[in-house]
């Protein structure tokens, strides 16, 4: 983000200033579009997540079972739906079957703690087990394969919290053996079709990558490739049938992640697919007979090149059933079936199953299909040129029903920054759009997805050139003339809430108000208090933020904490209690240095909620507040909260 030029304004005047514009209500947007209830975008979706057995007689999926996501089952052909697990408080979003085909297996936390437990839940008799029954460990599948049914890998940082050691499990008795144990301090591990682990991954201490190999369990760890700093995440992504070769993503030679086949013995490679701007982001694998079939990138939208060209017929039928981005998610093990999800800008997503034979996709559900009766608003991808030359893309949405002229406007900014916006049905987006604001989605500098030189571009720029792109972006928007430039709110989770509080103070001019969803706001203590079991990425933070041992008084300049007292427009802060990565003394910090100089802050505290809001009944609360605080402010229209939306016992 961009060095701003301060305001030197008085506190006193400061504080008038703030309460002057809570209190000033502007008229409504006028548009002719009616209101989405709140409870279909952010409430729980009516199904979800359709996953076939591996016998391709049964159908899995999520539905709310008394207000809570649950998981049920049907007989393919049948509506025999049944419920299977009996969660009755935070929902269960992480679950695939068990290759066995009387199981079905999921990771849950404990009221967002992000310690995750593996539970298995047996068809017939609907007991769940907890199969890593350790209090306050995170468990991790390392791997699983359908020809060894009854085993997986896991890790579990049980002897040491910043460590995960590798457990063989038997899902049959539950029983959990050491495999191998991580004293070196290894990031991940990755195991071949045998399930025998092979290859350790390690962050260096100067921010790059080390990829060491074992012949087999027992024998020494050897270095297999080193990358540099500036390199891009990658990683070992699969086996070959053999086990003899690895697939590979890597941007060594390259500015954008490709995919690379290695042979093991002789250390050659072999590029396989790769794009000069865009890096890979996901590869479809035959679950058994490991052939590499496709590969995906995620440009404006995502697009899958195909490997395998006896599966051109299937990619040619399934891109004609629906004009959206589709997603092979899973299939039975005889490879007839494939269960296809859709995913459009402007209609809930949408679940196929496609049969091979036939050649037909059938439609199973969408996961809400009450949303089908609104005109919602299409995404449309943009670029624009930074200050300094760079390209920046993004995502624009524009209102139905309003001239798309001098728009109310909400630059909605992502969390990570590792990360990216995408093309695709968005909750938060198309509830904005048809509250009447225009929104912009930036994949400012440091977002991955675009190659290394851009993701490098944004190392140490936290509040400096990042901010940059969001300014320059606002003002791309207001000369194309869909922005206010009077009327814009910045808004956003985790980085995108730190982007808030930047926005805010290091610019206080720029947006009319501000969202900060557990937003960092002081990099120092951010840093400090990272999970444990972040330790290993340490040397990552180092090489992209700035190293807290040797830089303080840097990470205090970008940290909006220490400028707090430069905020004039208003601002409301939702933090959940138990966020394990930013932790709610870095809302509480900044709430009380605001109050400390009468400068007024909304700020809501959800107890039982982490970093992101699962539960429902918290999502709509927070939501029904966020939309009051831009109504107010903004003047967008605004639906009355529902007795169970009122959010007066998160206030703080």
Not at 300 to 310: F, G, N, T, Y
Request: net charge negative; proline share 6%.
């Amino acid at each position: 983000m961009a060095t701003a030029v301060f305001w030197k304004l008085g506190v006193g005047f400061i504080a008038i200033l703030a309460i002057s514009i809570f209190f000033w209500v502007p008229p409504a947007l006028a548009i002719n579009n009616p209101i989405i209830p709140r409870e279909l975008l952010f409430g729980n979706p009516e199904k979800s997540s359709l996953r076939i057995s591996p016998d391709g007689s049964c159908l899995a999926y999520i539905a709310p079972a008394s207000g809570v996501l649950n998981i049920f089952i049907r007989t393919v052909g049948k509506e025999d739906d049944t419920l299977i697990t009996s969660d009755k408080k935070r929902g269960i979003r992480q679950y695939f079957w068990q290759y066995d085909g009387k199981h079905i297996l999921y990771i849950q936390d404990k009221e967002g703690d992000e310690n995750w437990h593996l539970f298995q839940t047996d068809l017939q008799t609907k007991m769940t087990r907890d199969l890593t029954p350790f209090d306050g460990i995170q468990a991790r599948i390392i791997a699983y394969e359908a020809a060894i049914p009854d085993v997986m890998l896991v890790g579990l940082n049980v002897r040491d919290r910043s460590f995960h050691d590798v457990y063989r499990l038997n899902l049959k008795n539950g029983a959990l053996d050491l495999d191998t144990e991580n004293t070196d301090g290894a990031q991940s591990y990755s195991a071949d079709n045998s399930l025998q682990v092979r290859f350790s991954t390690f962050i260096a201490s100067d921010g790059g990558t080390e990829l060491k190999i074992r012949e087999k369990p027992g024998s020494p760890w050897k270095l297999f490739q080193k990358w540099g700093p500036d390199e891009m995440f990658g990683g070992v992504a699969g086996f070959t049938r053999d086990n003899r070769s690895i697939w590979l993503i890597s941007s060594v030679d390259a500015n954008s992640a490709r995919l690379l086949q290695v042979d093991l013995e002789t250390g050659s490679s072999t590029v396989i697919a790769q794009d000069p701007q865009y890096d890979v982001g996901g590869l479809q694998i035959h679950p058994v007979e490991k052939k590499l079939e496709a590969v995906g990138f995620l440009r404006d939208r995502s697009e899958w090149q195909l490997i395998d060209s006896s599966l051109q017929p299937d990619f040619d039928i399934l891109k004609k059933v629906r004009d959206a981005d589709f997603d092979v998610m899973n299939r039975d093990l005889a490879d007839r079936t494939w269960i296809v999800a859709y995913e459009d800008d402007d209609s809930p997503v949408t679940y196929y199953a496609y049969d091979r034979i036939s050649k037909k996709a059938s439609f199973i559900f969408s996961n809400q299909s009450k949303l089908e009766k609104f005109a919602l608003s299409p995404k449309k991808p943009i670029s624009f040129k930074a200050r300094d030359g760079l390209e920046i893309h993004g995502y624009l949405t524009l209102p139905v029903g309003m001239e798309p002229k001098n728009l109310t406007t909400v630059l909605l900014v992502h969390g990570g920054p590792w990360g990216r916006d995408s093309w695709g049905f968005t909750p938060e987006v198309q509830w904005l759009a048809n509250r009447g604001y225009a929104v912009l989605e930036v994949n400012f500098r440091g977002s991955t997805g675009y190659g290394k030189a851009f993701l490098n571009a944004g190392d140490r720029e936290w509040a400096g050139k990042m901010h940059n792109d969001l300014l320059d972006a606002k003002a791309w928007a207001v000369k194309e003339g869909f922005a206010d430039p009077g009327k814009v709110a910045i808004y956003g989770g985790s980085y995108g809430g730190y982007a808030t509080l930047v926005g805010l103070t290091f610019t206080p001019e720029e947006f009319a108000c501000g969202i900060d969803m557990f937003g960092p706001s002081n990099l120092i203590t951010l840093i400090k208090s990272i999970p444990p079991y972040w330790a290993p990425m340490k040397a990552l933070f180092d090489k992209r933020m700035g190293k807290l041992e040797t830089e303080e008084d840097f990470l205090k300049a970008r940290s909006p904490l220490f400028k707090a007292d430069k905020i004039t427009k208003p601002l409301m802060i939702a933090q959940g209690a138990n966020d394990p990565r930013v932790k709610q003394a870095e809302s509480d910090q900044i709430v009380e240095a605001l109050r400390k100089k009468n400068i007024p802050v909304e700020y809501l505290v959800i107890p039982d909620e982490g970093h992101g809001f699962a539960r429902p009944e918290n999502r709509l609360k927070f939501y029904a507040a966020a939309e009051e605080f831009l109504s107010k402010i903004l003047g967008g229209r605004k639906e009355p909260p529902s007795e169970s939306e009122k959010w007066d016992s998160f206030k703080q």
